[in-house]
């Protein structure tokens, strides 16, 4: 019989610690392809530790050349090649054929493999390198060199709208994650052979490709160079998106305002293009990179070129008002009721008083904490699914704001304030831009708090100051504003119909050629020569 | 020294000149001269005219030490180079001071004039710290609003004129008044003698400045005192202030005071920034510093614990000097050296 009093301690489950291991062993290098197939699945096999690697296939065959077997192999990435392509068009003609006589690594290149895109290598690791973005590679026997055969088929998104720069007129395509496609969507709108895509790997270990893209008689080739050789000069083992090559090339990381265009629309990039800017993009990512940028090229959205001048002048000039609700309106209001409030009509002023009553806290704290909480939504929204981030908002927004001003303990006042910067923040069309809006509005409010209107505008005044003695690639950012370029300041500032616009390229970007477009432009309108009025 | 623009420069001076005349300076003319004191202004831009067309081209190419010591000799060069150092950083925080005590009265009469002046110091950090490329660009950025906002003052306080405040026409009739307030003019004076990029352009720029900073100046007086009676009008320490008070918009806002503190602030925050980079750039000039922006902070803290000395009135007087008397007097050694 058991001891029923007999302690027993509970089994302990095992603890796990990290512990310190070492790097792996390095491969020997083996540098050229070997005429012995042995040598060169041993090589391969250790490079993509094979069988620990589940999803590298190897697979070996024999192709039938003058009556002989002769052994062969072939090493792809399950997922990232086309199999139909590799079992019809390599496989099969190479196991199936058996051509008579010739030089073998003659003849699988011009009859048996039927692939636009064959090479052939002598170095296994540059060969090999190649496997990892959907290439498959071919070893024969007694053939010291390599084919590489390209044969990508993996699972992408296709082209849809850009998520982030919707438009209602204009074209509806947007990038997605493949480099090529991107590319082709610039090159097929820009149908110039001046288009020059240069290829450029980007991180030591992911060599993620990536291309510079310019127009070869329009932009300056200093800024081509430097584009190139910031990105270059990138040292980081892996880089995977454009908006990482971004931080890694702008000139100041601290300060709020962007120093390139982030873009998922093709028209953008081209019509930047053919100002005379450098596109970048990377493999792996849907943002194109434009620089340089100029504060600008940030406030004007993509649809400002579709519509016709009367709509995009009214649409300029509500986003002008939004960048100022946006900015400064929270701002402003902390400043006016706190050290101005003579400066306000009395009935305004009452009506303000008046709602704030029995609010416990002051106007910053009420401010402050409207501010976050939006934010809170804002941030929420994004992050949860699609139905589930609308009914947030609506949550968030209406119930919990009335709830709110019911429990006094907001006013009616600051739910319009907030709600009305909130949405003045939306319609900034530079997400980033949108983001520095963002932190810079909080600054506004601690200066409006603290010292009013002095407060407000010495904050503003260091704002804007960063933002004029910031570049972007040697162009400063409020350029041609400040300083003065070529382009006039009312079509700058609210635009102007297209056959009117300026005749020569922004001076500050010094492009190659200046022409853009001729002074009358609208030659239906010239009867022998003169202008018909 | 970076580069600037001409038109860029131009609205530098403009706005230097405005801070002066319009925010403090035109007090001390209605003060000095009476109904006359845009007589007064008239004929302090025609001076300061003069005497930078007489100084034109004469420095062309060459930096301050390079003058000085040419002048007078390398241990007074020196110790001249020192007192511009000096007189630069007394006459921002002379600025900053006069601000911060103008300020605190009017608008922020329960802010210690401490934080008043930190923040001030923050913003002629910024200015110093990014450049005069970048303090011009922003004067040029705002030259158009600042135009608009004292049109709109001008014009809401038109119904409130009267011409028979214009009689005496000659005010106290003492001419003499002229040279009492050339300082406001001083610092046009100053910069070209010290800063050498600016001087390759001066005759250009000096032209279009003075005669923008003369119209405005005077426009704004001319206002003041067909609204303002003297010798009321002499009473008030902040006529550009009174101006705006005195309509009644009555539309969201009740008071133009709001547009006033934009002019005001921002020319205020250009000003003491431009002379704080000089500052900045005379003390790196001085001990042949390649890096400007290691020494801002030191500089700057400097001004800021000099600001709360009162010596508005000794600091102008001595930039009136400087200006009017010293600058044509090198102008005169150095022409005849170099020949």
């Known amino acids: ?533 | 020294m970076e580069k600037t623009g001409n038109k860029e420069t131009a609205s530098l001076f403009i706005i230097l000149v405005i801070s002066h005349v319009i925010i403090s300076g035109m007090a001390g003319f209605v003060q000095n001269s009476g109904t006359a004191a845009f007589i007064n202004v008239l004929c302090s831009a025609l001076l300061t005219l003069a005497l930078v067309l007489f100084c034109s081209g004469a420095f062309a190419g060459r930096g301050i030490t390079e003058v000085v010591c040419k002048c007078y000799g390398k241990r007074a060069g020196g110790i001249i180079i020192f007192l511009f150092f000096a007189l630069t950083v007394l006459n921002a925080s002379s600025r900053m001071g006069v601000f911060a005590d103008v300020l605190k009265k009017y608008v922020l009469s329960e802010t210690p004039k401490t934080l008043i002046l930190a923040v001030m110091g923050l913003c002629v950090f910024s200015a110093a710290y990014f450049g005069i490329e970048a303090v011009t660009r922003y004067s040029l950025a705002l030259f158009a609003g600042f135009a608009v906002i004292f049109a709109v003052i001008l014009l809401c306080a038109y119904p409130e004129t009267e011409y028979i405040n214009l009689c005496p026409v000659f005010g106290k009739g003492n001419f003499l008044n002229v040279f009492s307030m050339l300082y406001v003019f001083s610092d046009f004076v100053y910069i070209y003698l010290i800063s050498k990029n600016i001087r390759r352009s001066v005759k250009k720029v000096a032209i279009t400045s003075v005669t923008v900073s003369a119209l405005i100046s005077t426009v704004a007086v001319l206002f003041y005192t067909l609204c303002v009676p003297y010798p009321v009008s002499g009473e008030f320490e902040y006529p550009i202030y009174r101006l705006a008070s005195l309509s009644n918009s009555a539309v969201v806002f009740q008071r133009l005071d709001g547009l006033v503190y934009i002019l005001w602030f921002f020319s205020a925050f250009i000003s003491a920034g431009a002379l704080g980079y000089f500052a900045v750039s005379l003390f790196a000039e001085m001990f042949g510093l390649a890096d400007r922006r290691a020494i801002t902070s030191a500089v700057i803290v400097l001004i800021f614990l000099l600001s709360g000395i009162d010596m508005a009135e000794a600091v102008n007087t001595l930039m009136s000097v400087f200006a009017f008397l010293f600058v044509p007097f090198t102008v005169v050694i150095f022409r005849r050296k170099v020949k």
């Not at chain 1, 636009?116 to 053939?143: C, E, H, M, P, R």
């Open chain 1, 1 to 533: 019989m058991n001891n029923l009093f007999l302690y027993k301690s509970k089994e302990k489950a095992k603890e796990f610690d990290i512990t310190p291991s070492q790097r792996a062993e390095e491969i020997p290098p083996m540098e050229n392809v070997s005429s012995e197939l042995t040598k060169n699945l041993e090589y391969a096999k250790k490079i993509f530790s094979i069988p620990k690697n589940g999803d590298v296939i190897i697979r070996e065959f024999d192709i039938n050349f003058s009556k002989k077997k002769v052994h062969a192999f072939i090493i792809c990435v399950d997922g990232l090649v086309d199999s139909t392509s590799i079992n019809d068009l390599v496989l099969r003609p190479l196991m199936r054929v058996s051509p008579e006589q010739g030089d073998i690594r003659e003849t699988v290149v011009r009859t048996l493999l039927p692939q636009s895109q064959l090479s052939s290598d002598t170095d296994i690791y540059n060969a090999l390198k190649g496997v990892n973005f959907g290439n498959a590679v071919l070893f024969i026997d007694t053939v010291d060199s390599a084919f590489i055969i390209d044969a990508k088929g993996w699972e992408h998104r296709s082209i849809a709208n850009p998520e982030n720069e919707a438009v209602i007129q204009g074209p509806h395509e947007g990038f997605n994650e493949m480099l090529r496609c991107n590319t082709a969507l610039i090159r097929k709108t820009l149908n110039t052979p001046d288009l020059i895509m240069e290829n450029i790997l980007v991180g030591n270990t992911s060599k993620t490709p990536g291309a510079v893209a310019y127009i070869r008689n329009v932009t300056n080739e200093s800024l081509v160079e430097e584009v190139k050789r910031r990105i270059s000069s990138i040292d980081a083992e892996y880089v995977f998106s454009s908006l990482d090559v971004e931080q890694y090339i702008e000139e100041a990381s601290f300060l709020p305002v962007p120093q390139m265009i982030t873009t998922e629309r093709p028209d953008r990039v081209c019509k930047a293009l053919t100002e005379g800017r450098v596109a970048f993009i990377l493999n792996g990512s849907s943002h194109v990179l434009i620089m340089p940028a100029t504060f600008f090229d940030l406030i004007t959205s993509a649809e400002d070129e579709y519509l016709r001048y009367p709509y995009s002048l009214l649409i300029r000039v509500l986003r002008y008002l939004a960048v100022f609700l946006a900015l400064l309106f929270p701002g402003i209001f902390a400043a006016l009721l706190n050290y101005h409030p003579e400066l306000l009509l009395t009935n305004i002023l009452l009506a303000v008083s008046s709602s704030r009553t029995f609010v416990p806290f002051g106007v910053f704290t009420e401010l402050i904490l409207m501010e976050v909480a939006f934010e809170l939504i804002k941030e929420a929204g994004i992050r949860v699914p699609g139905p589930i981030g609308s009914t947030l908002g609506i949550v968030g927004g209406l119930i919990v704001g009335q709830a709110a001003v019911e429990a006094n303990l907001v006013s009616p006042i600051m739910i319009i304030i907030v709600a009305v910067t909130g949405i003045a923040s939306f319609t900034v069309p530079s997400y980033s831009l949108s983001f520095s809006f963002r932190f810079s509005r909080f600054l506004y409010i601690i200066g409006g708090a603290l010292m009013g209107l002095y407060g407000v505008l010495s904050v503003f005044f260091i704002n804007t100051l960063m933002a004029i003695g910031v570049k972007s690639f040697g162009v400063p950012f409020m350029s041609p504003l400040s300083p003065v370029g070529n382009v006039n300041k009312t079509e700058l500032v609210f635009g102007a119909p297209i056959w009117k616009r300026g005749t020569e390229r922004e001076n500050y970007l010094h492009p190659k050629d200046m022409y853009k477009k001729a002074k009358i432009s609208r030659k239906w309108r010239q009867t022998n020569g003169e202008d018909r009025k």
